[in-house]
């Protein structure tokens, strides 16, 4: 069974050795030749880290791999459990100093990966709680809610235009270097302003027909 030792600096070399005297204090005999260390910001997602890939591929049944940080494995909490995962379904073992010697690859209700699953969950079901929050204090304000719009007023006024004197919306989705569907969404709701406004539609045809 072979022991992998896997390190994200994060930019700072001195991170590399002092993982390496911490895992060694810990007990684990180190064999440099399954050191896997990568220099990327913590930031990003696990299966865009070179070494922390390149360990998985390694990792065979019944190997472990010891990090010092959870944050090693993953951008988040959902990405280090993505990791985890992996690492259960090769039936390899995982070590985190910073969470004790135990196995974080254990299966079960009880199991870490469980707990850390809850606790992605808790945090998706926050960040949703907190955008529905958002938008309903945007909506009482009278603040512009989803995305920004693509086009200037001015633009708006010159496809509007456009579209009035015969051009297609593929024409003048080519002019303003946007997409046909911006052009459509823009003439579908200039369509229905002015059958707000009284026009007939058959005006607004006659008008904005492409």
């Known amino acids: 069974m072979t022991l992998f030792v896997y390190i994200n600096t ?15 204090a810990a007990g684990f005999l180190v064999d440099m030749g399954s050191v896997l260390v990568d220099h990327c910001s913590n930031a990003v997602a696990a299966t865009a880290r070179p070494a922390l890939q390149q360990a998985i591929r390694r990792i065979k049944s019944g190997d472990t791999l010891v990090v010092s940080r959870l944050g090693y494995l993953g951008s988040g909490i959902s990405d280090v459990v993505s990791t985890l995962a992996t690492l259960a379904v090769k039936r390899a073992h995982a070590v985190c100093l910073d969470a004790g010697k135990n ?8 199991s870490p990966v469980r707990i850390l699953q809850l606790a992605a969950e808790l945090e998706r079901d926050a960040k949703r709680a907190r955008a529905l929050d958002a938008a309903a204090i945007a909506k009482q304000v009278g603040a512009p809610q989803g995305r920004p719009a693509s086009l200037s007023a001015s633009q708006r006024q010159q496809a509007l235009s456009a579209l009035a004197s ?12 946007t997409s046909r569907q911006t052009i459509i969404r823009l003439r579908d709701s200039a369509r229905h302003a002015a059958v707000q406004d009284g026009m007939t539609a058959a005006t ?3 008008h904005l027909d492409s």
């Not at 070399?13 to 911490?22: G, M, Q, Y």
């Not at 015969?166 to 270097?177: E, F, N, P």
């Open 10 to 24: 994060g930019g700072h070399e001195h991170v590399r050795e002092s993982d390496l005297f911490e895992i060694d």
């Open 204 to 206: 607004i045809a006659t």
């Open 103 to 110: 196995d974080l690859c254990v299966i079960g209700d009880n």
């Open 166 to 177: 015969g051009s297609t919306v593929t024409a003048v989705a080519r002019i303003l270097s």
